[in-house]
């Protein structure tokens, strides 16, 4: 069964770095969505994406965060200077349209220190 | 806006015990509703969905919702549950116009003892 695989699983980084969490969706999808989960809290709509251009995005998606399909396969969310509060689950999401189901990868950890 | 209520944070049921995991919504209209299960260390999997039609949906693993338009609700089933159905279940909605982010519930924790 096809699925979302999401890389790394786990990433540290220091304040203030930039850090590219990848992603790569199920191959006939056409919609790409992140979202992040901090611990404890419930998971947060972050963007969408339909064809290499952001459809919605949540106030949490500021300057500081962008997102890009570098080739026909992956799909990155960038942050360019992470803050301590950046730490969470970054989940990648795909569909075959926006009416179909959003497929989840298991996720990119990521701590900030 | 829409929103997702999950009143219970943490559930401890018996193995082979029933189960009903309690979600509300907040939408103007029939939204969309989805049930999705994290297991630790794991990614989100779909268990059920509601479009339309039939308001008793079946998913997999023995689940089953109920949506039910005067309450608000989207509660999820289990008959008898198994020691590995401990996660945290989450439930979800999405708008049917068209707008394409799931608002996701707070989760609960399913806890099973033997």
């Known amino acids: 069964e096809p699925e979302v695989t999401q890389t790394p699983s786990h990433q540290v980084t220091q304040m203030g770095q930039e850090v590219i969490l990848r992603c790569v969706p199920i191959?006939?999808?056409?919609?790409f969505y992140w979202y992040r989960q901090i611990l404890g809290q419930k998971v947060e709509f972050l963007v969408s994406?339909?064809?290499?251009?952001?459809?919605?995005k949540s106030e949490i998606f500021d300057d500081q965060f962008s997102v890009e399909r570098p080739d026909g396969s992956n799909f990155t969310l960038k942050i360019r200077s992470t803050k301590l509060e950046d730490s969470a689950m970054y989940f990648c999401?795909?569909?075959?349209?926006?009416?179909?189901?959003?497929?989840f990868g298991p996720g990119t950890r990521l701590l900030v220190l | 806006a829409q929103s997702v209520t999950q009143p219970d944070i943490h559930i401890t049921v018996s193995e082979g015990a029933s189960l009903e995991l309690r979600c509300n919504y907040s939408y103007g209209a029939t939204p969309y509703l989805f049930w999705y299960v994290q297991s630790p260390g794991q990614g989100l999997q779909l268990l059920l969905k509601?479009?339309?039609?039939?308001?008793l949906v079946q998913g997999i693993k023995g689940f089953e919702a109920e949506f039910k338009r005067s309450q608000s609700s989207f509660n999820l089933r289990k008959p008898s549950v198994h020691w590995s159905d401990a996660a945290e279940y989450f439930c979800?909605?999405?708008?049917?116009?068209?707008?394409?982010?799931?608002?996701f519930g707070t989760g609960t924790r399913l806890t099973i003892i033997p």
């Open positions: 994406f339909y064809n290499n251009e952001i459809s919605e």
């Open positions: 509601y479009f339309s039609g039939d308001t």
């Open positions: 979800a909605v999405r708008s049917n116009f068209g707008n394409e982010k799931l608002t």
């Open positions: 191959s006939n999808h056409l919609y």
């Open positions: 999401a795909s569909s075959e349209g926006t009416e179909e189901t959003q497929y």
